[in-house]
């Protein structure tokens, strides 16, 4: 069968409409920190953040950053998303963060988490720390000190406590001062986390399926379940103010598969092809 240039054109810009929108990205959060106010977010979706202090700990927003200021230990300071979405389904969700600084090296001990969490709790007290074992999530930590050294954690909200996936040296990728961006990928099957620091990248995927223990509990308890995207600073056992420029979520997957790009490509060629 021989197709006409009518057919052919019609058939390659079909294709190149859908490879450029392939499960087209929705953006439920995008806030760059930019209206003064962390209860809004007046210039992107999101309706802004809840704050969570312990002491004299605490959260504000200017200059176009988030700044969470824990003074002393081991006093936490957090902020939630307003809005929720859900992340455990084939689509899934790109959770990202961009941070500016965290004002402390990153091996100097302090608690910092950057989550995807359950928003269904009676309290957001403490929900990030790893004390507390009944709080569903995902978690990359920013710490090489102490205990917490850098790495990405689930929990099942089981009482189990929290399950390390993989770890790494910070001193490689980030040294605490500098800009970091992290991108988290999350659906029913697994994840996928790009880490860019001032130092070194750190690119991982892993998935739920081949885990065991905790995942198991995990797997089963998010089938349901809402979430938030959350930010934290505990300073131990010293001050530290981490600032945030940007955190968004979007739905479905955010670049085109290879082999849609390689159709695209062949599209592009046909195209050029029948200009001769």
Do not use: C
């Not at 079909?14 to 209860?39: C, E, H, K, R, Y």
């Not at 979706?45 to 081991?74: C, K, R």
């Not at 995902?138 to 406590?161: A, F, K, W």
Request: charged residues 15%; negative net charge.
């Amino acid at each position: 069968m021989q197709l006409n240039k009518s057919t052919f054109y019609g058939a390659a810009l079909v294709s190149m409409f859908f490879l450029a929108n392939p499960a087209i990205a929705t953006p439920i959060i995008d806030d760059q920190f930019d209206d003064g106010n962390l209860a809004t977010n007046t210039a992107g979706p999101g309706t802004g953040w809840n704050v969570y202090s312990q002491g004299s700990a605490t959260a504000s927003e200017g200059g176009g950053h988030a700044h969470l200021n824990s003074v002393a230990s081991p006093q936490i300071i957090q902020i939630s998303s307003k809005d929720t979405f859900d992340f455990f389904n084939a689509n899934g969700i790109n959770a990202e963060w961009e941070i500016t600084s965290s004002g402390a090296g990153a091996t100097s001990g302090n608690r910092r988490y950057l989550s995807v969490v359950a928003e269904d709790f009676s309290s957001f007290d403490s929900r990030l720390n790893p004390d507390d074992t009944n709080a569903p999530g995902v978690y990359v930590r920013l710490t090489d000190g102490g205990d917490y050294q850098g790495g990405i954690e689930i929990e099942s909200g089981s009482g189990g406590g929290r399950q390390l996936l993989e770890s790494w040296s910070w001193s490689s990728i980030w040294d605490g001062s500098g800009a970091l961006d992290v991108d988290l990928f999350l659906n029913d099957m697994g994840y996928s986390l790009d880490i860019a620091g001032n130092v070194g990248v750190y690119n991982s995927e892993g998935s739920w399926s081949s885990l065991t223990g905790a995942a198991a509990t995990f797997t089963s308890v998010w089938g349901s379940r809402s979430a938030v995207i959350a930010a934290q600073n505990q300073a131990l056992p010293t001050s530290s103010v981490l600032a945030i420029d940007r955190i968004a979520v979007s739905t479905g997957v955010p670049v085109p598969a290879p082999a849609s790009l390689g159709l695209f490509a062949l599209a592009l060629f046909g195209l050029r092809f029948f200009r001769r």
